[in-house]
């Protein structure tokens, strides 16, 4: 493979990732509109079998995620082993972008985010009443 062709997968797996962070996100606010709106009522079940199905779509995308990620890691480490003069400047500047602590924030950050969304969803689906929180304001 040629290094315009590892940086272009590589620009391809950041975009996957970033995407499916993004379907994620509206899976988990259409949850919490069904939550507040239809859920926050229901029996047990309903509420049971909603969070199985939401939990799929969840780690559906997640597992997508890891796999782009992976794949970039090994673009990574292939555009590392190019000898340091013949590397172009695109490839110089994102291995030292890879290399920063940047990097290593927004990896955190995808990963605390997606539990802290599900486990979120958990809560309000599950613990959560609606009407108590109505009279309280």
Same mark, same amino acid.
């Given at each position: 493979?040629?290094?315009?062709?590892?940086l272009?997968?590589?620009?391809?797996?950041?975009?996957?990732?970033?995407?499916?962070?993004g379907?994620?996100?509206? /899976?988990?606010?259409?949850?919490?509109? *069904? /939550?507040?709106?239809?859920?926050?009522?229901?029996?047990?079940?309903?509420? @049971?079998?909603? $969070?199985?199905? $939401?939990?799929i *779509?969840?780690?559906? $995308?997640? *597992?997508?995620?890891?796999?782009?990620?992976?794949?970039?890691?090994?673009?990574?480490?292939? =555009?590392?082993? @190019? #000898?340091?003069?013949?590397?172009?400047? #695109?490839?110089?500047?994102?291995?030292?972008?890879?290399d920063?602590?940047?990097?290593?924030? @927004?990896?955190?950050?995808?990963?605390?985010?997606?539990?802290? =969304?599900w486990?979120?969803? *958990? $809560?309000l689906?599950?613990?959560?009443?609606?009407?108590?929180?109505?009279?309280?304001?």
């Amino acid at each position: 493979m040629s290094e315009l062709d590892l940086l272009n997968l590589a620009r391809a797996s950041s975009d996957s990732v970033s995407s499916e962070f993004g379907q994620i996100i509206t /899976i988990t606010f259409a949850m919490v509109v *069904g /939550i507040f709106y239809f859920l926050n009522e229901a029996k047990i079940g309903l509420k @049971i079998l909603s $969070y199985v199905v $939401y939990s799929i *779509g969840m780690f559906l $995308y997640f *597992g997508m995620m890891i796999g782009h990620s992976n794949s970039l890691l090994a673009v990574v480490t292939a =555009l590392s082993a @190019i #000898p340091e003069a013949k590397r172009s400047l #695109p490839t110089v500047t994102l291995l030292a972008f890879r290399d920063n602590w940047i990097t290593l924030v @927004i990896n955190i950050l995808i990963n605390a985010g997606f539990w802290v =969304l599900w486990l979120s969803v *958990g $809560y309000l689906l599950f613990f959560w009443r609606k009407f108590d929180h109505m009279k309280a304001s």
